[in-house]
């Protein structure tokens, strides 16, 4: 049991967590204010605004940083997983998302019908990966 107890009481996990969470429940806030409707399924939808894994990741640095010191090598570790985490959330990801639009509009141009459409939101531009860094950051400087 003391398993559960050290997670519960690990605050730079619930930090990133809280961060992540964060991100989600704006998605959700920015899509009612645009289309006037309140879409629960974006709590676990992947793209948009702003990138919850950029907030997860930027969260989990900075409560690293602030508690073992920006000088250390977790930091420097947690700093480089946020990095390649950005970078394939606004590169890779991004690609595979326009890959997938691409597809299903050839799909339909040749009538092949499938039951599902691929998932085209995939990843980010680089303003909701920046604007999940900032709110990651904000997160875990006043949950310190």
């Not at 519960?8 to 645009?34: G, Y």
């Not at 690609?95 to 339909?108: D, R, S, T, V």
């Amino acid at each position: 049991m003391q398993f559960f107890t050290q997670i519960a009481e690990n605050h730079i996990l619930w930090t990133a967590i809280v961060s992540w969470a964060l991100a989600q429940i704006i998605k959700i806030l920015i899509d009612l204010i645009r289309f006037h409707k309140l879409d629960w399924q974006l709590l676990f939808a992947t793209g948009g605004m702003p990138s919850s894994h950029s907030s997860l990741v930027t969260a989990l640095a900075t409560s690293v940083g602030l508690e073992y010191g920006f000088n250390s090598a977790l930091f420097a570790i947690a700093t480089v997983f946020a990095f390649v985490v950005m970078y394939d959330a606004q590169g890779i990801r991004r690609q595979a998302g326009h890959q997938a639009h691409f597809i299903n509009i050839i799909l339909e141009n040749l009538g092949v019908n499938i039951d599902k459409d691929l998932k085209e939101l995939l990843g980010h531009t680089p303003i909701q990966v920046g604007g999940g860094a900032i709110l990651g950051v904000i997160v875990a400087l006043i949950l310190k």
